[in-house]
C-alpha cells in the first residue's frame, strides 16, 4: 500500500514537471549564451564573481554529444572549463546587429581555485526594542 501511494505521488510529481518543461535543442553553427553558476563552474573559474552576470557569451555550438548535452567553443580565456555543457545551462542567442558584446572584462583563475578569507567579529551588540 505505502508502495502504491509512493509511485501515485511520483507519477504526480512527474506530470506537474512534464507540464512546465520546454524541449530545447540547438542546431549545430547556433549561438549561445551559457549561464554562469557553480554547477558549470564558470563562476568558480571568474576572479570577480559577485559582479558578474548571469550568462555569458555568445559562443557557438560545435557538436551535439547526446541528446541533451552540446559542445561549444569557449574562448581562450575559459580554455581550462570543459566545453561540454546540459541544455538547461545553455541559452539561446538570438542575432542583433546592435549587440555589442565585450568578453575582454572576464579574467579567470588559472587553477580554479576559490580564494577564501578568515573574518573575525570585532564588536556584537545587542539591540533591545523598549521593553518588548
Known amino acids: ?34 549561464r554562469v553558476n557553480l554547477v558549470t563552474g564558470v563562476e568558480r573559474a571568474l576572479k570577480c564573481r559577485k559582479l558578474t552576470p548571469y550568462f555569458i557569451g555568445p559562443f557557438e555550438i560545435i557538436e551535439k554529444v547526446g541528446a541533451v548535452a552540446y559542445r561549444i567553443a569557449l574562448p581562450p580565456l575559459l580554455s581550462n572549463l570543459h566545453s561540454v555543457f546540459h541544455v538547461s545551462k545553455l541559452k539561446k542567442y538570438v542575432y542583433d546587429p546592435s549587440h555589442v558584446i565585450q568578453v575582454d572584462d572576464l579574467e579567470v583563475i588559472d587553477n ?15 539591540r533591545r526594542s523598549r521593553g518588548k
Open 1 to 34: 500500500m505505502i508502495q502504491e501511494k509512493m509511485k501515485s505521488s511520483q507519477s504526480r510529481k512527474k506530470s506537474y514537471h512534464d507540464e512546465r518543461r520546454k524541449d530545447t535543442e540547438f542546431q549545430v553553427e547556433d549561438h549561445v549564451f551559457l
Open 112 to 126: 580554479l581555485t576559490v580564494e577564501t578569507w578568515s573574518v573575525r567579529i570585532e564588536h556584537r551588540e545587542v
